[in-house]
């Protein structure tokens, strides 16, 4: 965890560690600029980062895997455009959900066809009021069920939830001048095998459409935006 390289970017008021398993630490022994609250969970579900959390005082939520490193620069302008887009999903990693049948790929087939319709949570920004009430309504419940089962496609369900509660768009990408997902460089991340991490995330696919409705119509073209983030 960076924590105390993100307590020292100007915007962040307080990080909070949602701790799933294991014994753990307490927030003295962090190397913080803001208040770090470390949030045990009863038990290990993916599902409890987006958990309602009333002891949260802003709108803004930045959703953050432990394993990412980001420049505070980059973590502003992300968050000056969730300002100006506070409804949608803001965020830094882009995939395009397109095919028949639906198929998980990775950034690079969203840039062969220039557009996305989902923002991954693992880097973004969502709104504290809205999104985890809608995360934990009793429509999103097979979503959720089906996130435990897979232990994986939490944040496929977050921005299918988000679709399913509008008819516009509802993700915005900001282009990152530096980001790493040191879990790749560790080998722990359950990415390191793509090939079945991706076939896990396409079932996803195919059952959250199922249950919320359809990506493929919302596609948003890369380089729309005058900020000029969105390359």
Request: with cysteine.
């Amino acid at each position: 965890m960076y924590i105390k390289h993100y307590s020292r970017c100007s915007s962040v008021r307080e990080i909070v560690v949602v701790w799933n398993k294991g014994i753990p630490p307490q927030p003295g022994d962090f190397d913080s600029a803001v208040p770090v609250r470390i949030r045990v969970e009863k038990n290990n579900s993916l599902n409890n980062r987006f958990r309602v959390d009333p002891l949260i005082k802003t709108r803004a939520v930045l959703e953050l895997d432990d394993d990412i490193m980001m420049t505070c620069d980059d973590i502003e302008r992300g968050f000056k455009v969730w300002r100006e887009h506070p409804d949608r999903i803001v965020g830094f990693y882009p995939r395009l959900i397109n095919s028949s049948p639906l198929k998980y790929r990775g950034e690079k087939h969203a840039r062969k066809h220039n557009g996305y319709n989902m923002i991954l949570t693992g880097a973004a920004f969502i709104d504290a009021t809205v999104a985890f009430q809608r995360y934990w309504s009793p429509e999103a419940e097979a979503g959720r069920a089906l996130v435990d089962n897979y232990f994986n496609c939490e944040d496929l369900l977050m921005n299918y939830l988000y679709a399913n509660a509008s008819s516009s768009s509802v993700v915005e990408y900001v282009k990152p001048a530096w980001a790493v997902d040191t879990s790749k460089l560790s080998g722990v991340a359950i990415s390191r095998n793509t090939q079945a991490h991706y076939g896990v995330r396409s079932n996803c696919l195919t059952k959250f459409a199922g249950m919320y409705g359809g990506l493929t119509h919302r596609k948003a073209e890369f380089s729309s935006r005058k900020d000029g983030w969105d390359v």
